[in-house]
């Protein structure tokens, strides 16, 4: 069965967004990355592992695959961008109930069905399922308990106030699968659901 895997950047504060314009993220998806080699080959190994992207219908029509398109065309040979090309030739599914067909290549929408839509991928074949965020729609996956690995990449930056994906689910027990800390100061903190 396939897992669904949430990553999310996070302030060390649990803050996924900043209320204020603030430059927190040491990779803020640009060209320049504040992200050490380590992490970067630790980020692209995740991703060969996922064969399915899930979107939010706010996510894909705010251009993050074509961002993630014009990425793998152009740094086709850097090794760090091999998850573009990954996000690329991944299945994509779009759930949403406004929008009727797909704009994208490799990509189909599905209804904003949460719990069918997600547990219907899940008992297909192949590699994991990947989420990447937006808040509210990590929020809505995590309140209907339907995340099965957390990856919380944790910026060494406190918000004090912004959007969080928790604060929909009620009370939850995680159980700690694995912690990294890398030079450039991200720690990562995978997790899975405790029950």
């Given at each position: 069965m396939k897992k669904l895997i949430l990553q999310m950047q996070m302030s060390v504060d649990g803050f996924?967004?900043?209320d204020e314009d603030h430059r927190w993220q040491l990779w803020e998806w640009g060209d320049e990355s504040g992200w050490d080699d380590e992490l970067k080959q630790?980020?692209?190994?995740?991703?060969?592992?996922?064969?399915?992207?899930?979107?939010?219908r706010k996510m894909a029509e705010e251009g993050y695959l074509?961002?993630?398109?014009n990425a793998a065309r152009k740094y086709p040979k850097d090794r760090f961008y091999a998850f573009a090309q990954r996000i690329v030739e991944a299945e994509?599914?779009?759930?949403?109930?406004?929008?009727?067909?797909s704009r994208w290549e490799r990509t189909r929408v599905a209804s904003g069905d949460l719990p069918r839509e997600v547990n219907a991928l899940k008992a297909g074949e192949g590699g994991n399922i990947a989420v990447f965020g937006g808040a509210g729609f990590a929020a809505a996956l995590v309140s209907a308990g339907l995340v099965?690995?957390?990856?919380?990449?944790?910026?060494p930056a406190v918000l004090g106030s912004g959007r969080r994906i928790f604060d929909q689910g009620g009370f939850a027990g995680l159980k700690l699968i694995g912690?990294?800390?890398?030079a450039c100061g991200m720690v990562?903190?995978?997790?899975?659901?405790?029950?």
């Open positions: 996924v967004g900043a630790d980020f692209n190994a995740v991703l060969e592992t996922v064969d399915t992207i899930l979107l939010s074509n961002h993630w398109g994509k599914v779009v759930l949403s109930d406004r929008l009727k067909a099965d690995e957390f990856q919380l990449f944790i910026n912690s990294k800390a890398y990562v903190n995978r997790y899975a659901p405790a029950g």
